[in-house]
């Protein structure tokens, strides 16, 4: 079983459309949640983290559920700029020493 | 951006010779990560590093070995390359906040590297 499963896509949405990613861990123990996007032929970037109230970064909304093992992304008001593949992210609670599990990634493209 | 830089940023290389991958970084961060990419298995972990000198492997350590004598630097060497070797290499960089309990890892741009 995969430490994290992510919906590989691909969404294509217009501009100006609100599109949803969603994200399953299995590590119950887990206590980092990150979001990371990445562009064709570039480094994975940090977009934003995952708290556990939920928390909001301008258009980009994220939400956790523990009980569920869940972590969600929603995009407002989709910019063709937000084409890119985002990656959900998640610790490895049995490690001290930082490791991160990466899901696949979710391809999203925006057009005009 | 995290000052992080990864050379050579493009290689092509025989079977069977050794290849030396380099990352950077002028951050002073204790841990240092090397990951390949490849398409259909995302990113995943071939070494780490929690300090100079202290290393472990990740979960695709085969063919691959790591040194870090600097707190900047941190070597990833393919003993002897093979055609399953061939990815996009990223190195990240981490400092573990611990009562935050933040882990977030900062990237280098990548290696393309082709082993034919």
């Known amino acids: 079983r995969k430490e994290v499963e992510q919906d590989p896509g691909p969404f294509n949405v217009p501009e100006g459309a609100t599109v949803a990613f969603n994200c399953t861990y299995s590590?119950?123990?887990?206590?980092?949640f990150f979001w990371y996007r990445q562009d064709c032929r570039k480094e994975p970037k940090l977009l934003m983290s995952v708290y556990s109230s939920g928390n909001e970064d301008g258009r980009f909304t994220a939400q956790l559920n523990r009980a569920s093992q869940y972590i969600s992304l929603l995009i407002r008001d989709s910019k063709l700029s937000d084409s890119a593949t985002y990656l959900c992210?998640?610790?490895?609670?049995?490690?001290?020493?930082?490791?991160?599990?990466f899901g696949r990634g979710t391809q999203l493209t925006v057009w005009p | 951006d995290a000052g992080i830089t990864q050379s050579p940023r493009h290689k092509v290389t025989e079977t069977g010779t050794p290849v030396t991958l380099r990352c950077h970084q002028t951050e002073n961060h204790r841990y240092m990560y090397w990951y390949r990419q490849d398409p259909g298995h995302g990113l995943r972990l071939i070494h780490y590093?929690?300090?100079?000198?202290?290393?472990d492997k990740g979960e695709v350590s085969d063919g691959y070995s790591v040194s870090r004598s600097k707190t900047e630097d941190f070597l990833l060497t393919l003993e002897s390359a093979t055609s399953s070797q061939t990815s996009v290499y990223f190195c990240a960089i981490s400092e573990i906040v611990r009562k935050g309990g933040s882990l977030e890892q900062y990237f280098g741009p990548g290696t393309r590297l082709t082993v034919t």
């Open positions: 992210v998640v610790n490895d609670r049995g490690s001290t020493l930082g490791r991160l599990y």
């Open positions: 590093s929690y300090g100079v000198k202290d290393t």
């Open positions: 590590n119950s123990a887990s206590q980092s």
